[in-house]
């Protein structure tokens, strides 16, 4: 079976009805805001559906893992889209000789640094980056000034987190809805933690997809 063919068994599975993607939905925030809840959800499908694909028999790596890879129904349900670059895992393991492709920004360091094995820990890396982007409303590929200094978008979380500023961190956005007022911010701690294990530059300490769906099942809000 194609990857293709997978992808059609996947999204017929849970009912997708339209094409608007992350990306364009947060173009949208000022007239629309989206709550950290329905941010929430969205993230969620998008590790079910990563789930889905790396359990298969013969696990599929999405490799360009990303918002605007990510497509949103009028319930803001997700869909991974764009499996243009996806490889199906056919041996045993949990990687595929292939050259390391993705966007920068989502990219996981082994692949910046020339790695030609593509794995399922790399989806894992794109994941987190996206939850930190979907959290935060900041694009990943551009540098954010810190207190006069520039620094990555991924360095900038881990030093905001490490000074206690996480409410400060939250997409603006978020405020607007009158729901999202009472956060506690333990709870919005356990959000960064899942996204930091995602990205630990390590691959094998990154959890697998289904775990993820089961820290974020759990730990929300």
Same mark, same amino acid.
């Given at each position: 079976?194609?990857?293709?063919?997978? =992808?059609?068994?996947?999204?017929?599975?849970?009912?997708?009805?339209?094409?608007?993607? #992350?990306?364009?939905?947060?173009?949208?925030?000022?007239?629309?805001?989206?709550?950290?809840?329905?941010?929430?959800?969205?993230?969620?499908?998008?590790?079910?559906?990563?789930?889905?694909?790396? $359990?298969?028999?013969?696990?599929?790596?999405?490799? $360009?893992?990303?918002?605007?890879? #990510?497509?949103?129904?009028?319930?803001?349900?997700?869909?991974?889209?764009?499996?243009?670059?996806?490889?199906?895992?056919?041996?045993?393991?949990?990687?595929?000789?292939?050259?390391?492709?993705?966007?920068?920004?989502?990219? &996981?360091?082994?692949?910046?640094?020339?790695?030609?094995?593509?794995?399922?820990?790399?989806?894992?890396?794109?994941?987190?980056?996206?939850? =930190?982007?979907?959290?935060?409303?900041?694009?990943?590929? =551009?540098?954010?000034?810190?207190?006069?200094?520039?620094?990555?978008?991924?360095?900038?979380?881990? #030093?905001? #987190?490490?000074?206690?500023?996480?409410?400060?961190?939250?997409?603006?956005?978020?405020?607007?809805?009158?729901?999202?007022?009472?956060?506690?911010? $333990?709870?919005?701690?356990?959000?960064?933690?899942?996204?930091?294990?995602?990205? $630990?530059?390590?691959?094998?300490?990154? &959890?697998?997809?289904?775990?993820?769906?089961?820290?974020?099942?759990?730990?929300?809000?």
């Amino acid at each position: 079976m194609t990857c293709s063919a997978v =992808l059609s068994i996947y999204s017929n599975n849970l009912h997708y009805l339209s094409s608007s993607s #992350v990306n364009k939905n947060k173009k949208s925030y000022g007239k629309s805001p989206l709550s950290l809840e329905a941010r929430h959800k969205i993230i969620t499908g998008v590790a079910k559906g990563l789930a889905y694909i790396h $359990d298969l028999d013969k696990p599929i790596i999405h490799r $360009d893992v990303k918002a605007r890879n #990510v497509l949103l129904n009028a319930e803001m349900e997700a869909k991974i889209s764009n499996f243009r670059l996806a490889r199906r895992i056919e041996s045993e393991g949990s990687q595929v000789s292939s050259q390391a492709v993705g966007t920068e920004g989502y990219m &996981p360091p082994e692949y910046e640094e020339g790695s030609r094995v593509a794995t399922v820990k790399g989806d894992v890396y794109s994941f987190g980056i996206l939850i =930190l982007e979907t959290v935060t409303g900041k694009k990943p590929f =551009l540098s954010v000034d810190l207190n006069s200094e520039s620094m990555s978008f991924l360095e900038w979380t881990r #030093v905001m #987190v490490a000074q206690n500023r996480v409410r400060g961190m939250l997409d603006a956005n978020i405020w607007v809805c009158d729901s999202q007022r009472g956060l506690e911010e $333990d709870n919005i701690k356990e959000y960064f933690r899942i996204a930091f294990m995602c990205v $630990d530059v390590i691959p094998k300490k990154r &959890p697998a997809m289904r775990d993820v769906v089961e820290l974020l099942t759990r730990s929300f809000l």
